[in-house]
């Protein structure tokens, strides 16, 4: 059976129009709109380099950045080796294992304002949380009213969502451990925790790596969980706003600059990129050891 040259195109038009019309075309707008002072209810001006000139000396972009490298550094760890934790415990076939992964797994598939309600009856002044440390005889602590306290709150909920999803991927790879490696360890006289530095720690290192770019990426680019336990605000006076808060913030409502939050995206986009490529070349790495 003979057919047209562009029959697979047809096939392929309706995914490749929802692709060009929802990625590539608001990518490429915003890539013009950075070097413009347009606003929410038209197109501006071309300024050129001004809205980066603008965001070197924004001392709100510089705090912005410093709250999302942060929230890298205390969330990419925790997210590397909790998850390799709890599934070697549940990785065993044993009655009842699966009540397990799915109680560590629900989070994941959890709505993100339910999981942000949860979280905030729980940490507010009085919060479920504070009024056992009160019954205790401690004084209420200002998790979402302190900016520091907000920040750590909001990274203890993204370890908490994260740990089933990473949790999956881990037991992905435990499974092509080879046996033998650990059984000539075992032989050797090697224990559970020599095995696990000397067999399974090397084995799955790829994985680790891989783990640790998207748990970046995702900590680096965090908007919901500081959103929602803020109330929308970035904690108090804004001193918790990350880089998406800051580009949500400064792009929305009517009187929005648009330009100015498209260059602040092209920044958040370079950031990002530049995590993935050295992740690429840390992969690379291994596959030449």
């Known amino acids: ?9 047809l096939f392929l038009a309706p995914g490749l ?31 050129g380099v001004d809205n980066f000139v603008r965001m070197a000396q924004d001392p709100k972009f510089w705090a912005a950045a410093r709250n999302s490298g942060l929230y890298m550094v205390g969330v990419v760890p925790p997210l590397v ?13 044993v009655p009842g294992i699966g009540i397990f992964r799915t109680a560590f797994f ?23 949380v504070n009024n056992v440390v009160e019954a205790l005889g401690g004084s ?11 920040l750590i709150s909001s990274m203890v909920v993204t370890i908490w969502r994260g740990l089933g999803y990473y949790m999956v991927i881990y037991l992905a790879a435990l499974a092509n451990v080879p046996k033998d490696l650990h059984e000539a360890a075992m032989v050797d006289g ?6 696990f530095w000397s067999v399974t720690v090397p084995s799955i290192r790829p994985t680790m790596v891989l783990v640790a770019a998207l748990s970046a990426v995702n900590g ?3 908007f919901s969980e500081i959103y929602l336990l803020s109330g929308g605000s970035g904690g108090p006076g804004g001193a918790s706003t990350t880089l998406v808060m800051l580009i949500q913030l400064t792009g929305r409502g009517l009187t929005g600059e648009v330009g100015y939050a498209s260059a602040l995206s092209i920044v958040l986009f370079v950031v990002l990129l530049g995590l993935l490529l050295v992740t690429l070349k840390l992969n690379r790495r291994e596959d030449q050891l």
């Open 220 to 222: 680096f680019r965090v």
């Open 190 to 195: 090697a224990g559970p925790v020599r095995r």
């Open 1 to 9: 059976m003979t057919h047209r040259p562009y029959t697979p195109w």
């Open 140 to 150: 209420r602590i200002g998790f979402l009213t302190d900016s520091t306290l907000l």
């Open 106 to 128: 629900t989070p994941v598939i959890a709505s993100t304002v339910v999981v942000g309600l949860i979280w905030t009856w729980l940490l507010d002044s009085r919060g479920l």
């Open 81 to 93: 080796l909790l998850p390799l934790l709890i599934a070697m415990l549940v990785q065993k076939v």
């Open 17 to 47: 129009a929802i692709c060009l019309m929802f990625t590539i075309f608001p990518f490429l707008n915003m890539i013009v709109l950075a070097f413009t002072d347009a606003s929410a209810l038209g197109g501006g001006q071309f300024t």
